[in-house]
């Protein structure tokens, strides 16, 4: 029997990676529901949750900033507290650096332009819901399309999160001046992950290269799994 | 109560707006040694006092216009 189990994906004002983020995740056996940022709770049976690119709320003040106070957020700390998988990809992953799910900040690029191509990546961490099925030191190749995605972190907290593991993905050459060429954290319990290359646009083979799927098939097995426990 | 918050990147971090201005500057003739962008928020604030305003706008910082890892904040209450 084939499940698909439900994803949501989150819709900001000033999302545009949403619609995306569905096809991809609906591609790769999902079922991906919308939900609006002023929604108080997630969809009947959600198992994971994907935060999704574009310039939530215009980006004011710094990105990310205001839609940590977005009504949905409150469900979206409830379900990763209780251990459910929750992915932000680029804007998304500035939402939860600034709700504080994630460590570190998104900084403007070192060299102040904005970047979009196809990077190299290359996976330090297999041991998360989200790289599960790559390989350590596996070289992943998806497009960064950001102007704030110099992730930072002090000395102290770069240590912390190495010594902890949680440092998941980096770019394979220089990106964007990421403090050790960071490119995707998770949070101590591994349950959240955030990255700014974007894998929902780097599934299908015919648009380039197919490595994104490797993350956000992960992302569905997990959530399949997730639907069986519940059963 | 007019408050208004200075927001700079904190001492020792990169500040990559700050250079290109820098250089740009430079360009122009002018001699700068070195310059640092931040942000400036005028507040208009209900308070009691200005130690009140303070207080309350030291915690809009906290927890909203200033991102501790990166930026540190000064605040600056007008003479009433």
């Known amino acids: ?231 | 109560m007019k408050v208004t918050v200075l927001v700079r990147p904190k001492a020792g971090i990169l500040d990559p707006q700050g250079e290109a201005v820098q250089g740009s500057l430079r360009k122009l003739g002018f001699s700068v040694g070195g310059a640092r962008v931040g942000r400036l928020v005028d507040l208009e604030v209900d308070a009691p006092s200005t130690h009140e305003a303070k207080a309350q706008v030291e915690r809009m910082c906290r927890e909203l216009l200033a991102n501790p890892l990166i930026e540190s904040f000064e605040i600056e209450v007008a003479d009433a």
């Open chain 1, 1 to 231: 029997m084939s499940v698909r189990p439900r994803i949501a994906v989150l819709v900001f004002p000033g999302s545009n990676d949403d619609r995306d983020a569905a096809w991809a995740l609906g591609a790769l056996g999902a079922d991906p529901q919308l939900v609006w940022h002023a929604e108080s709770e997630l969809p009947r049976d959600t198992e994971a949750i994907v935060l999704p690119g574009g310039f939530s709320y215009g980006d004011y003040l710094r990105c990310g900033a205001i839609a940590r106070f977005a009504p949905i957020l409150d469900a979206v700390r409830e379900f990763s507290a209780a251990g459910g998988p929750v992915l932000g990809i680029c804007n998304g992953f500035q939402i939860l650096c600034e709700a504080g799910l994630l460590p570190g900040v998104l900084r403007r690029n070192r060299d102040l332009e904005f970047i979009c191509r196809d990077v190299p990546l290359r996976v330090e961490r297999t041991d998360t819901l989200f790289t599960a099925r790559c390989e350590a030191g596996q070289e992943l190749t998806i497009p960064v399309k950001h102007g704030e995605g110099s992730w930072y972190a002090d000395e102290e907290l770069y240590e912390e999160l190495e010594t902890s593991g949680q440092l998941v993905l980096r770019y394979a050459e220089d990106c964007n001046g990421s403090v050790g060429d960071v490119a995707g954290v998770c949070n101590e319990a591994r349950n959240v992950f955030g990255l700014m290359p974007h894998p929902e646009h780097a599934v299908d083979p015919l648009l380039g290269p197919g490595d994104g799927a490797l993350l956000l098939a992960a992302l569905v097995d997990a959530a399949r799994e997730r639907t069986f426990a519940a059963a």
